[in-house]
């Protein structure tokens, strides 16, 4: 198993990288966000979570631990947002021909964060929180005086466990078995994973590989068929996703999936809503599929 250095000790001095993304899909079916977007730069983020452990007596003893867990409270300190950002935030309105925000009734929407922080050694450790909410921030105004006195905003965003179970959702026994998640965190000092495009998406217990992970292609065949998922390849354990749909006018009438070979459909492809799903991908994926044009 790697490690870090015994002797590698650190403490935090820096924070950077801040990127939102809204949740489109949190189902049994698939986790999917929009691309992460730089927001603001920020001053500090602070992470709690409450838990508790209570014991149980039986027999005039303490036999049985209950533990529980607590949704995380992510205090972000940032510069002041755009209107536009702040309605993005809070789940108001915004106005982009007047540059009006409308603080109106609010839309709750479900969003994933990302971000770095710097150690004393000058390395990283890369964060990516799945799902929560924000709150609507408080905002303090102040006079303007002889010092250099100014206020900055404070974000909280309320973090919580995903409906998706990822394939590394818990180890247990020596083997990944699913579950759902609340975030990952991944250290730079172990050298395992190539950090260029961690922010180009949200990362999740099933996208993160180690450098110089096997990665399969995958070949769309398709004739009067469109595929949601425009990916050509994907890596070696990660899941697939994608959804078929046909052509106005036209109706599916035969999909094959292969993976490395083999044909998967009866066990990858659900007919009745045109979905594709592969837990585990193997093998180079290859997808036929035809639709023929509607009578009349």
Same mark, same amino acid.
């Given at each position: 198993?790697p490690?870090q250095n015994?002797t590698?000790y650190?403490?935090y ?6 990127h939102i ?5 949190d189902?049994k *079916?698939?986790? #999917?966000t929009? $691309?992460p977007v730089?927001f603001q730069?920020?001053q @500090?983020i602070g !992470?709690t979570t ?9 027999d ?13 409270t992510?205090?972000?300190t940032?510069?002041?947002?755009t209107?536009?950002q ?7 309105s915004?106005d982009?021909e ?8 609010r ?6 964060i990302?971000?770095?922080?710097k150690?004393t050694?000058g390395?990283?450790r890369?964060?990516s929180?799945?799902?929560g909410t924000f709150?609507i921030?408080?905002e303090?105004?102040?006079t ?5 006195? *100014?206020?900055n #905003?404070q974000? $909280?965003?309320t973090?919580?466990?995903t409906?998706? @179970?990822f394939? !590394?959702?818990k180890?247990?026994n020596g083997?990944?078995v699913?579950g ?5 965190v991944v250290?730079?000092?172990y ?5 260029s495009?961690f922010?180009?998406?949200v990362q999740?217990?099933d996208?993160?590989?180690a450098s110089?992970s096997?990665?399969f ?9 469109n ?15 994608a959804a078929?749909?046909a ?7 035969d999909?094959?999936v ?6 998967i459909t ?6 009745a809503n045109g979905v594709i799903?592969?837990?585990d991908?193997?093998g ?9 044009e509607?009578e009349?």
């Open positions: 198993m490690t015994d590698q650190f403490e001095r820096g924070v950077d990288q801040f993304a809204r949740v489109t899909q189902d *079916t698939g986790y #999917v929009e $691309t730089y730069p920020v @500090e !992470k409450d838990s508790a452990s209570e014991a149980h007596y039986y005039n003893k303490a036999l049985i631990v209950v533990n529980s867990e607590s949704a995380d992510i205090s972000i940032m510069t002041v947002p209107l536009q702040l309605a993005q935030l809070t789940g108001k915004f982009p007047t540059g009006m925000y409308v603080d109106g009734e839309q709750n929407d479900y969003y994933a990302s971000y770095r922080t150690g050694d390395k990283y890369y964060v929180r799945l799902k709150n921030p408080e303090t105004v102040s303007e005086n002889d010092g250099t006195d *100014t206020t #905003v974000v $909280t965003f973090g919580v466990y409906n998706y @179970e394939n !590394k959702g180890y247990v083997a990944w699913k759902s998640a609340k975030g990952i250290d730079e000092r050298n395992l994973v190539d950090f495009t922010f180009n998406q999740t217990p996208s993160v590989q110089g096997n990665t292609s995958i070949t769309n065949t398709l004739t009067h068929v595929d949601s998922n425009p990916d050509t390849s994907v890596n070696s354990g990660a899941a697939y996703l078929l749909t052509e106005t006018g036209y109706t599916m009438d999909v094959t292969t993976m490395g070979g083999t044909d009866s066990t990858a492809y659900t007919a799903y592969i837990a991908v193997t180079d994926i290859v997808v036929t599929a035809t639709a023929t509607n009349g």
